[in-house]
């Protein structure tokens, strides 16, 4: 299943994708939050769309796209997980997975602009790879983690370089910044994907490939990265794990590009869809 949210930013309501259209199921699931994850919400709507699909109303065509997932606890991400990634930030492999927070007032919907923040000269593209948690995870071991595994979705993990590496303290600084965070178009469970760690994914810039790579270049893949989270955090149902990005982010190239007003950034995955963001300059909000 594709699970989407849609409507006005803060009052989305719970729809899916289904053969190129989006449907409205909010007469029967009130959301993708952590209370739909964790009593079995994916089960039911499966059983539900088997009995109702025929009757579910087809949302208007040119409904905002919010983020496929209610609010979650937590945004937690991985830095360096791309072989290629690292060697062209000229970093060490990792000998245990990079851990940071991105705030969840970062979240926005998939289709919605980036605003570059207050006195930023350095905001940065990352595609990535997200995976939902689907039930309460502490002190998993690998091989049981994908149990705990809802599904996955498509995350620019927008980046302000300044801000993370030469402000002091921790990348969070440069990770959390209002839009930062564009997640979808859909949650796809994950039994539509067969083999999440052999998925192309890429970045555009003004219709420029910025980065071209797949899943199996991951250091640590996804049952590593869910179960050494869970040895220092609880996992909560809805939970988003950003798994890294390949290489060809802005801060690679020599010299580095960053994006400005009036750029377009475009990026996608196989099997979880495509996103669009326009970048506008800092506004009050």
């Not at 000269?121 to 990352?126: C, G, H, I, L, R």
């Not at 948690?133 to 149990?147: H, N, Q």
Request: with cysteine; aromatic share 10%; hydrophobic share 40%.
């Amino acid at each position: 299943m594709k699970l989407i949210r849609f409507g006005e930013a803060g009052k989305e309501k719970p729809g899916v994708h289904i053969a190129g259209k989006n449907y409205d199921v909010s007469g029967f699931i009130k959301d993708y939050d952590e209370f739909f994850f964790a009593h079995g919400g994916v089960q039911h709507l499966g059983w539900m769309l088997s009995q109702h699909e025929a009757m579910l109303p087809e949302i208007p065509a040119g409904a905002r796209i919010g983020c496929p997932v209610a609010n979650p606890s937590k945004i937690v991400c991985i830095g360096l997980n791309y072989a290629k990634h690292a060697k062209e930030t000229n970093a060490p492999i990792p000998k245990e997975p990079i851990l940071f927070m991105k705030s969840t007032t970062a979240i926005t919907g998939p289709y919605d602009p980036v605003m570059i923040p207050k006195n930023s000269v350095k905001t940065d593209w990352e595609v990535e790879l997200a995976f939902v948690i689907g039930k309460k995870a502490s002190y998993v071991e690998a091989s049981e983690a994908m149990d705990y595994v809802a599904g996955y979705c498509l995350h620019n993990d927008v980046s302000e370089r300044e801000f993370q590496l030469e402000r002091g303290g921790t990348w969070d600084k440069g990770k959390g910044c209002d839009t930062f965070a564009p997640l979808g178009p859909w949650l796809v469970t994950k039994d539509e994907i067969a083999n999440p760690h052999a998925l192309r994914l890429w970045l555009k810039v003004n219709d420029q490939m910025m980065q071209d790579g797949n899943t199996d270049d991951l250091i640590f893949n996804i049952p590593q990265l869910l179960s050494y989270l869970s040895q220092f955090m609880t996992l909560l149902p809805g939970d988003i794990i950003s798994t890294g990005t390949p290489a060809g982010v802005g801060l690679g190239f020599n010299p580095p590009v960053y994006l400005k007003p009036g750029d377009v950034v475009e990026l996608g995955i196989d099997g979880l869809g495509t996103s669009r963001q326009n970048v506008i300059a800092y506004a009050r909000h």
